[in-house]
């Protein structure tokens, strides 16, 4: 059973970083697209990055483009976010997903708790 767990949350000032890590157990990782989702106050759930096993491909969403990096290193994905923003403030979610190229939620079988990013000054 595929197990992800997320790290690396916290308080940061706006202009800021963090790097959020998510452990993955339980499974071969080279069959799985590894998605970071993030849900502010009060909005709902959403996709923000993907990164394709596979090959080695990524994706962003435009508010977070340029601004964060997705990469994977054996098995632990993580998400360099520069630049931060105070709406940039939700709980973040890693999930995995056999299908490709996808932030569709329906796709994506399995999700760790969830770290909670804030920025503020």
């Avoid at 290193?73 to 940039?88: F, G, I, Y």
């Amino acid at each position: 059973q595929l197990q992800l767990v997320e790290s690396g949350g916290g308080l940061v000032q706006p202009g800021g970083s963090l790097r959020l890590s998510c452990a993955i157990s339980g499974v071969n990782v080279h069959y799985y697209v590894f998605g970071w989702f993030r849900q502010a106050p009060g909005k709902e759930r959403e996709g923000i990055s993907w990164f394709n096993s596979a090959d080695g491909s990524t994706y962003y969403v435009d508010s977070v483009k340029g601004r964060f990096a997705i990469s994977r290193d054996k098995n632990t994905v993580h998400l360099q976010m520069e630049s931060l923003k105070p709406e940039d403030t939700a709980v973040y979610y890693c999930a995995a997903a056999l299908e490709r190229h996808t932030l569709e939620e329906a796709s994506y079988l399995f999700w760790g708790p969830g770290t909670q990013v804030t920025v503020s000054s």
